[in-house]
Each structure stands twice: as structure tokens, then as C-alpha cells.
């Protein structure tokens, strides 16, 4: 007798002992799963949709009968792949693994799923990845890896998770001195990223430069959100409050641009202009030094302040400091 025959047949008589108008749903689970088994995509597509606990029940099997189709065209799985980990969607991800997709291809930039997942912060995604065997550390075109994208994206819980199991902030890319991912976390992240970073690398790291002679000084001088805290943090771990890129400026000079930059628009945010202040007096209060430039730059931000300003005395110690 032919599956579907024994199948039916072991139905029938659950079907016939069910009172008229009860629901499909009131059937075992296994039972509901051996009807679904049998039904065409298009059936099982519309059972799904009927309430929450059959979609809830047959959504696996929906996915693996989509992709077993699509495992007949190999050249899908890696997008699939990717578009999944992008979503979070832990459930098609493990199905993909399952028929044969492979865990670390590469997309066109050279970035894998586990990239993917880290950019986009989902946390069960890293973790299921990890657990099947994704490379931890596998760099892209860029040179970026996947705490990088995380650290881009200020993706802390990833970030703290990638860290535990082993992924490095130490390699380099392409001649480049300063850590992507702790460049990244100088202009974007978070005061506890900054943190978790600086915990996991050493001074000499913390103090490269990248291919524009740049110290994370300098970018985390020219950040939004709490320059003077996350500054304060890179002059404590030792980064060089001197240090000058290629064109010969200092991290005073850019703090002292975008002090000038704030004052120029009346219509700015008042709190922004006070971020700008403190990050401004840190340095002078460090006793950055003044060259040519950047003094001609701070004798333009004295005139445009205003004598009665707060950052005025401050600026005035550091021209006094000339004589």
C-alpha cells in the first residue's frame, strides 16, 4: 500500500471520533505534521496562514520544503544565507547549514554571514554561527572582521560576546597601524565600548595610527557624544596628546575646528557647544602643545566666543603659556 494510503488511513479514524465543527488544530501535533507532509506547497502555504499555532507548528517544514527546492540551485544558498543572518532568522539559518550551505562563503565585499550578523547586532544569530564553526576572525576585502562591523555598528553585546570567544583586535590590514574596529569606536561608539576595547589591547596598540598618521586622538576629538570622556580614556592608556598627522596637526587643532564650527552657527544645540568646551579645556588642562596653526586658530576662537564666554579663560591660559 503506497505511504500516502497508510497515512490517510491512520488519519480517518481520529478524524471520525472528532464532534463536527471542531478545528484542525485540536488534532495531536504529530497527526497535523503527518497531514502537512502530504499537502502541496500551496496548501501548506495556506495552513500556515490560518492561525498562529499552526504557523507557529509547520513554519520549519514550510522552510525546509522551500529550500530543499532551492538547494536544487546551489548558487542560492550563500544569499539566502546572508539575508538570513541579516534578519536574525535562526530557523532558516540552521536549515541552510543543514542542506549545505556553507558557513563561511563570502559575499561581493568578501564578508560572510557571521559579518552580517555581527553588523546588524543579533546576538542569537553570532551565537548559533560560533557555535557551528564560522571563523571567528575571517577578514574581509577591507580588512574588517566581524567585531568590527560590530564595533562600526555599536553593537556592545556582540562586541563583548566575539571578545569572549577569542576574536582578535590585534591583526592589521593592508600597511594599516591603528586597529579598525578601535578607530571605529574613537568617532562612533559608546563611552562602554570604548572601555571594553581599551581592556583588551595594549599601549603601543591603543597608540597607532592609521594611513592618515591619525591617533584615535584625533577621532575621538571630532565625535558628538562625549568627546572629553572617551579623550580622557586614550590619554590615560597613553596615546600621545601631541601626536600630529600627515598634514602636521594636533588633536587641539580639530577640537579647536569644531569649537570654531559650533560658534559660527548661532542656531546650534547649546549642549553640543558644551561638548566641544570640555573637550577643548581637557587638552589645554594636559598642557597640549600650540605650534603656528593652531595658534592662529585659537586667537579666531578668542575673538568669536566672546570675552564673557566660559571657554574664554581657558583659552587664554593656553596663549599665555607662549610667554
Known amino acids: 500500500m503506497p505511504l500516502l494510503g497508510r497515512k490517510f488511513l491512520a488519519v480517518i479514524p481520529t478524524l471520525f471520533t472528532l464532534p463536527a465543527g471542531r478545528p484542525i488544530t485540536n488534532l495531536p501535533n504529530e497527526l497535523i505534521l503527518i497531514i502537512a507532509e502530504e499537502l502541496s506547497p500551496k496548501d501548506l ?9 499552526l504557523a507557529s507548528l509547520l513554519r520549519p517544514l514550510f522552510h525546509k520544503r522551500a529550500l530543499c527546492w532551492v538547494q536544487q540551485f546551489s548558487t542560492s544558498l550563500p ?36 559579518y552580517m ?34 564595533v562600526r555598528f555599536v553593537r556592545t553585546p556582540v562586541v563583548r560576546l566575539l571578545l569572549k570567544n577569542g576574536a582578535s583586535l590585534l591583526r592589521q590590514s593592508s600597511g594599516r597601524e591603528m586597529n579598525l574596529g578601535l578607530r571605529w569606536a574613537a568617532e562612533f561608539g559608546t563611552v562602554e565600548l570604548v572601555e571594553l576595547l581599551l581592556g ?14 591619525r591617533t584615535a586622538l584625533h577621532y575621538a576629538v571630532e565625535r558628538t557624544q562625549k568627546p572629553a570622556t572617551v579623550s580622557r580614556l586614550f590619554l590615560e ?9 600627515m598634514t602636521g596637526r594636533t588633536a587641539l587643532y580639530y577640537a579647536l575646528a569644531e569649537l570654531m564650527r559650533e560658534y559660527c552657527f548661532e542656531k546650534r544645540i547649546a549642549a553640543h557647544r558644551r561638548r566641544r568646551e570640555m573637550v577643548v579645556r581637557l587638552l589645554v588642562e594636559k598642557q597640549a602643545e600650540l605650534d603656528v596653526d593652531t595658534i592662529n586658530l585659537l586667537v579666531r576662537c578668542m575673538k568669536k566666543v566672546g570675552r564673557f564666554s566660559k571657554i574664554h579663560g581657558t583659552l587664554f591660559q593656553a596663549m599665555d603659556t607662549l610667554h
Do not use: M, W, Y
Open 45 to 53: 502555504s495556506s495552513l500556515v496562514k490560518t492561525n498562529r499555532h
Open 79 to 114: 544569499t539566502s544565507l546572508f539575508n538570513a543572518s541579516r534578519r536574525g532568522d535562526v530557523v532558516k539559518i540552521e536549515l541552510l547549514l543543514e542542506i549545505g550551505a556553507k558557513i563561511d562563503s563570502v559575499d561581493h565585499g568578501g564578508e560572510t554571514a557571521l
Open 117 to 150: 550578523a555581527a553588523e546588524c547586532g543579533n546576538l542569537e544569530v553570532v551565537e548559533l554561527l560560533l557555535k557551528k564553526g564560522a571563523n571567528i576572525n575571517f577578514q574581509s576585502l577591507k580588512g574588517a572582521t566581524p567585531i568590527d562591523g560590530a
Open 200 to 213: 583588551s589591547l595594549s599601549k603601543v596598540e591603543i597608540a597607532g595610527r592609521d594611513l592618515r598618521g
Open 237 to 245: 592608556r597613553g596615546v600621545d596628546i601631541n601626536a600630529r598627522d
